[in-house]
Nanobody
Framework: QVQLVESGGGLVQAGGSLRLSCAAS????????MGWFRQAPGKEREFVAG????????YAGDSVKGRFTISRNNAKNTVYLQMNSLKPEDTAVYYC????????????????WGQGTQVTVSS
């Protein structure tokens, strides 16, 4: 089973940038569509961005379009989330996941999750 480890979270001021990484174990990383979701305190987990197996297809949630970019490096078994123009409302725990089936936007489509990394944006 593929294991996922997120990193790169932290505290940043509004308007700043962070890049999250999600490293996957195993040899089949390039076989999976990957995604980023986030969960703020008291809220449901929210779709952030998704990327197809080769990186040629990407999707982003409405709240992050134009600010966040998802990418992947299959040679390094890693998916990234570049976050620019961060806002306090982006504060959440960010999770990467492997899609098994279903809609890109639905967390139930994700079969494996990382442990999450905290992103805090101060105003």
């Amino acid at each position: 089973q593929v294991q996922l480890v997120e990193s790169g979270g932290g505290l940043v001021q509004a308007g700043g940038s962070l890049r999250l990484s999600c490293a996957a174990s195993g040899r089949t990383f390039s076989s999976y569509d990957m995604g980023w979701f986030r969960q703020a305190p008291g809220k449901e987990r929210e779709f952030v961005a998704g990327i197809g197996r080769s990186g040629g297809i990407t999707y982003a949630g409405d709240s992050v379009k134009g600010r966040f970019t998802i990418s992947r490096n299959n040679a390094k078994n890693t998916v990234y989330l570049q976050m620019n123009s961060l806002k306090p409302e982006d504060t959440a725990v960010y999770y990467c996941g492997i899609y098994y089936s279903g809609s890109w936007y639905d967390e139930r489509s994700v079969g494996s999750w990382g442990q999450g990394t905290q992103v805090t944006v101060s105003s």
